[in-house]
């Protein structure tokens, strides 16, 4: 043995006379694994059904396949089948998997275990010589377990003898059990094993159901109809339980989590095979752990006044994940629900996004400024706030932002620069993390993988105790990732995934901020490549279902856009932005940023610069009051159509009248996006089409149409 896990020793495989030497023996060993490596989940859940495959490996409890993670088990390459045993320190190959799990030796059972895995691979068996051949049942091996402890056996309901199942107690190792199929005379347990005392139980209407043979035999001695499956918690779906049909079963179980553990899925198991009813019996809380039925006859204890006085619990019903029925297409029927903002137009409620650029662009003040902004509306405030190129929804309530990089006297100065005052101070919160406790990662890597850490569940607790809450924000999201987010899909994921359940539940948007590669001098042109350029596996810029990047315009377009404002250049200062993954049809128009240099803070000037452009300020302005005119005399404009504007510009200051269409519908796209027009819903109606300036009667959804509006 070596650190416990079983091994192939060919020199020890005794009475294997078909074979002419070791070197046989070790290429049909060869051979047989790599076919069982080949098809290697199909054996693993045929050998331990209660096993799940995750990231890669496969995770059960033990060989014996109770459920759990404390043993994991290769999938892939030339490890594929290699086992290993946290809990019990053990591991091998997939053959010594195989045998372990079937309850036999490798070292003195090598014949029978390769004859069961050709069984199972759909091959006939070699069979010994004739005068080989065994004339009566085997005798229990012999072997370091050293001599069997007990025996029990169980028969068919006509009291044919099925299954031997032997139990040792090797010095200073844990118990072990070796199942004899009588009727192959192989030390194995049968494929679908039967209940034990199968002829005692099944004429009785009720059943007492234990966990282990000894304490079913006690029962069964004192007259008690018992009963137990064969094997650990891990094969209950092996047996056959068909026998407890319309049958009341009772389940002692022993005292302690094993047992409790057994008792649940027992219980499933017989639900699913019709009984009448089923129900738990409650340990004495005084008893010592691990005290079963076995250990009440041994005191005395009236068993038969227990099983039927002490108190009963009834099993945990397994609550359903999805019910398929609650989703059909009658839970869709009407009008859907409409979508709700943050920004409208461009960020939407309730969703997980980034927003990414080079380090030391900006965007933690950018962000920063949009939690102010949230905190800072006002209902009833006719003048919108913009940010990120929309206008944002004027509805009041609460921003969160955690940042990693800025101490408390940092965002102490930027909040002076940006705000002076709130409605509510409340509505704003700023944790600096290097005052409040130092680094929170939200994920970190476990065994298996990622994994959601502590810190993020009291996150999450906390920000579900605001009602109000509108915004979360993360700065950066290395920091708050304990996994490799750049490099590891799965950690991206987790990270997006626990980001998107906060969403879901508290209805507020949550971002993070994030950098971009270091792809050296190579410039960004486009919203494209600037997606491109977001830092880590495509998994993490498609993990979250929003993405806004700011990337820095070129020296040339720097200098133009700074002569424009008619501001001096300064390195570093223009940054394009926009929307470049949005899971929505949302504005993904590219904006001209310039950094403002008493603050700091990017501040979008695309207007200002379509406006300087074209010489039109004064033009947007008289746009603006013939609109809002038109819309309080109760004959609004839509953006195109009949009432469109330029199909109506003979109504416009003169000046308007020669603008194009293109140049009209520009103009108007400006001006709402900026919040200087809104589109509004008139009475009878369901499109926002009519425009109107903030606080309008339209606007307000009490405008009425007067004749020769043209309203439909």
Known sequence: MNNGAPYLDFNDAGGQQEFSSVAEQHHEKEEIKARLQSQIESVLYHLLPAGKVRHGQFFIGDVEGNPGESMKVELTGEKAGVWYDHAAGSGGDILDLWARSRGMDTRTQFRDVMDDVRGWLGESVRLPPVSMQPTQRREPPMDELGPHTGKWDYFDTNGQLLVCVYRYDPPGRRKQFRPLDVRTGKWQSPAVTPLYNLPGIIHAAEVVLVEGEKSAQALIDAGIPATTSMGSKGQINRADWSVLQGKRVIIWPDRDKAGWEYAQLASQAARNAGVREVSILTPPEEKPEKWDAADAMAEGMDVRAFIHGTPRQEPQTRKRRIRLMDWTFDRYDGPPPPREWLVEGVLPLGVPGMVAAIGGAGKSMLLLDLCIKVAQIHTGNPIPTEALGGPLVPIEGTAVMLTAEDDQDEIHRRLNLLVGDLPDPRRLIVIPLPNAGGAMPL???????????????????????????????????????????????????MFFAGLGRIAAETGATTLVAHHFKKVGSKPIHSASEAREAIRGTTALVDGGRWSYALWEASQDESIKICTQLQRSYERDSVFNGAVVKSNWPVDKAVRVYVRESSTGLLQDRSVDLAMRISGNEDLSKSLVMALGKAASNGQPFTKTGGNGVFERRSELPGDLQAFSKHKIAELIDSLLRTGRLVQCVAPGSHIKKWLDVPGGEFALGVGEFQLGSGAE
Do not use: H
């Open 443 to 493: 994920v970190a890597m476990g065994r298996e993988g990622p994994v959601l850490t502590d810190a993020y569940e009291e996150m999450r607790q906390e920000l579900l105790e605001i009602p109000d809450l509108r915004l979360v924000v993360i700065d950066p999201l290395q920091s708050f990732a304990g996994g490799d987010v750049n490099s590891d899909p799965a950690a991206g994921s």
